[in-house]
C-alpha cells in the first residue's frame, strides 16, 4: 500500500499562487499524478511527473499556469500553482501507480490516491 498526503490548499485571490504537495511513502513509483474533481464531474487530469527522467504532462488549461516537480530525496511531488482563476476552485488529488503507465492522462491508470486538497480562488 502507498500512502499519500496532499497539502497547501486553501485560498487565495484571483491572479495569485499555491503551492501543493503531495507526500509520498515510498519512492518506488513509476508516475505520479495531480487530478481535480469539479462538482458533477469525473476527475480532470492536471499534471504528472514520472520518477525517472522527471517527465512531464500537463492539461491544456494549466499549461503556462502550473508547474509539476519532484523532489525525489523527499518522497514529493509539487504542484506550483500560478495565475490562479476562479475555474481552478476544486478539490485537487494526487494519484500514484507503481506500474508502468501507458496514458498519464487517464486518472484509471493510477493505483492509490489521497485524500484531496481544497483550492479556493476568489474572485
Known amino acids: 500500500q502507498v500512502q499519500l498526503v496532499e497539502s497547501g490548499g486553501g485560498l487565495v485571490q484571483t491572479g495569485g499562487s499555491l503551492r501543493l504537495a503531495c507526500a509520498l511513502s515510498?519512492?518506488?513509483?513509476?508516475?505520479t499524478g495531480w487530478f481535480r474533481r469539479a462538482p458533477g464531474k469525473e476527475r480532470e487530469f492536471v499534471a504528472a511527473?514520472?520518477?525517472?527522467?522527471?517527465?512531464?504532462y500537463y492539461a491544456d488549461s494549466v499549461k503556462g499556469r502550473f508547474t509539476i516537480s519532484r523532489d525525489n530525496a523527499k518522497n514529493t511531488v509539487n504542484l506550483q500553482m500560478n495565475s490562479l482563476k476562479p475555474e481552478d476552485t476544486v478539490v485537487y488529488y494526487c494519484?500514484?501507480?507503481?506500474?508502468?503507465?501507458?496514458?498519464?492522462?487517464?486518472?484509471?491508470?493510477?493505483?492509490?490516491w489521497g485524500q484531496g486538497t481544497q483550492v479556493t480562488v476568489s474572485s
Open positions: 511527473i514520472t520518477r525517472s527522467g522527471g517527465i512531464t
Open positions: 515510498t519512492s518506488s513509483t513509476y508516475a
Open positions: 494519484g500514484v501507480s507503481r506500474r508502468t503507465i501507458a496514458n498519464m492522462y487517464l486518472w484509471g491508470s493510477y493505483e492509490y
